[in-house]
């Protein structure tokens, strides 16, 4: 039994950076799902913050069947919602202008000064937590108050910028560490929907700690699934803490859309780029995501700045590259895709040949896949097989960057299998091992070879175990395709 994904580029072009498309009515349909499949997209995200554990599990097991129609297998990432502060219902929107005044209630019978209007807010600890003269940031930052004074009950601010206050807006506390679960309930309940549908990765929000992604980590465990931890990084406190972040987590998410409204919009092209810099030290698979491009929404093309956007994100190589409103409600879901694999395959040409020298190696198996690497380059028109029950062999060439290199990571674990869509430069193949090494690489070469992926005569480095003299040791070899 050999499962593998059909090509959608030959060698010469093949694409490292992996494509996210997050799923929603303008997709969610099987025609949608299957066009996005066979457009190469690698990994679906459920937004969990506009769905529920219901309406997960039935598009989790569609896509599972989609894509055995197809013949072509995708990751699926739940979004869970994480800690929010929102505000509450309001009668009719609040009209807010320049030097006025709004009041945030900690409790619905709070007892204020009728004249200023009022809305309330769900987390009790607000008064408690901010500081007067700092500033609070409403619906993305389109408002922006300062706070004047506090009390048990109340916080009262002065506007800033004017806006419309409706129901339910998100709020942003730049700088302020807030009291709220790392894991909410609603979470909890999602969880357990995708964990019985076969989730392959959990985006956790607005990771502040290590201990944030421990604590999902045992829920999970408690739930004996092995999906995957990817750490969303969306306020100042998940910065300053991102190297023990990066170490715990999985993998990481640059989420710019809370994380431009929490730090100067100005510094985020260098968080991200410092982001980046330190997932490529620990070896571990980084997202860009949100306003990648943002106005496909509505528009058939990209501006030109989310084109230099996008090509930034491939040239810092980083893992994968996210569509989120673009294909959730946007007008042209499906030429956002075809946009965003123009241009990766447009800039990757360009991106240094170098490997990744921050990745500390240490055990011998590591080097010796970076020795692999260098070889694979050398070669031209090459290629690595590696075969893995983990995944860590795959992960681990994926983090030393051999562009020009692909990865093919074979294995006989559904979820490994699942879980290698999303690493740079990994093409996942699931196939049963042989009791004899020499049958599986044997095995391993005639799949590629019937799939197009190499071609006759064409030399590939092969990473196995071999046996020799009673003893299983780790060897790099050489195998010319027949």
């Known amino acids: 039994m050999i499962v593998s994904n059909s090509p959608q580029y030959r060698h010469a072009d093949y694409r490292h950076t992996k494509i996210i498309a997050t799923i929603g009515p303008a997709t969610q349909s099987d025609e949608g799902i299957a066009r996005l499949i066979n457009q190469g997209v690698d990994v679906f995200r459920l937004n969990m913050a506009h769905g529920s554990g219901e309406w997960a599990a039935e598009l989790i097991a569609r896509v599972r069947q989609v894509s055995d129609q197809v013949g072509r297998q995708v990751a699926i990432m739940m ?61 993305s930052g389109l408002i922006r108050l300062k706070i004047l004074s506090t009390d048990d009950e109340s916080v009262l601010c002065e506007v800033l910028t004017p ?5 339910r807006r998100h709020i942003n506390l730049p700088g302020v560490t807030v009291n709220l679960p790392a894991v909410t309930d609603k979470d909890i309940a999602d969880l357990k929907f995708g964990v019985e549908a076969g989730i392959d990765f959990v985006a956790l929000s607005f990771v502040r700690s290590a201990d944030d992604v421990q604590t999902l980590r ?18 100042q406190a998940g910065v300053r803490n991102m190297e023990e972040i990066i170490r715990e987590a999985d993998a990481l998410m640059i989420a710019r859309g809370d994380l431009g409204i929490e730090i100067d919009y100005f510094k985020l092209p260098l968080i991200q780029t410092e982001l980046i810099a330190a997932c490529k030290i620990e070896g571990k698979p980084v997202i860009i995501a949100t306003h990648l491009l943002e106005s496909m929404i509505e528009s058939p093309m990209p501006t030109r700045a989310e084109v230099s956007d996008v090509s930034n994100a491939v040239r810092e190589q980083a893992d994968a590259v996210m569509l989120s409103g673009e294909t959730t409600t946007g007008a042209y879901p499906f030429e ?100 004899d090494p020499e049958q ?5 070469i005639e799949c590629l070879r019937k799939s197009n992926w190499v071609a ?24 010319q395709v027949g």
Not at 163 to 167: A, H, N, P
Not at 218 to 235: H, P, T, V, Y
Not at 440 to 444: G, P
Request: with cysteine; net charge neutral.
């Open 79 to 139: 979004d869970v919602k994480g800690p929010e502060i929102r505000t509450g219902v309001v009668d009719s929107p609040i009209g807010l202008s320049v030097g006025g005044q709004l009041r945030f209630l900690m409790t619905p019978d709070a007892q204020v000064a009728s004249m200023v209007p009022s809305v309330t807010v769900n987390y009790p600890d607000l008064a408690r937590d901010v500081k007067v003269g700092a500033t609070i940031l409403i619906d």
């Open 163 to 167: 806006g419309v206050l409706s129901s």
């Open 218 to 235: 045992g829920i999970l465990k408690g739930m004996k699934s092995d999906a995957r931890i990817i750490a969303k990084i969306e306020d």
């Open 336 to 435: 956002s895709v075809e946009v965003m694999k123009n241009i990766v395959k447009t800039i990757e040409p360009t991106v240094s040949r170098s490997l990744n020298s921050r990745l500390t190696l240490t055990e011998p198996k590591s080097k010796m896949l970076r020795s692999a690497a260098v070889l694979g380059q050398e070669l031209g028109e090459s290629g690595i097989i590696v075969f893995t029950r983990s995944g860590f062999l795959g992960y681990m060439l994926a983090a030393l960057r051999p562009r020009g290199l692909p990865i093919y990571a074979f294995t006989d674990v559904k979820t490994t299998f699942n879980q290698l869509c999303l690493p740079w430069g990994v093409e996942p193949f699931l196939m049963d091992f042989s009791d």
């Open 440 to 444: 599986t690489i044997a095995n391993a």
């Open 456 to 479: 006759p005569g064409s030399t590939l480095v092969v990473i196995t175990n071999v046996l020799a003299h009673g003893k299983v040791i780790d060897a790099m070899q050489l195998r």
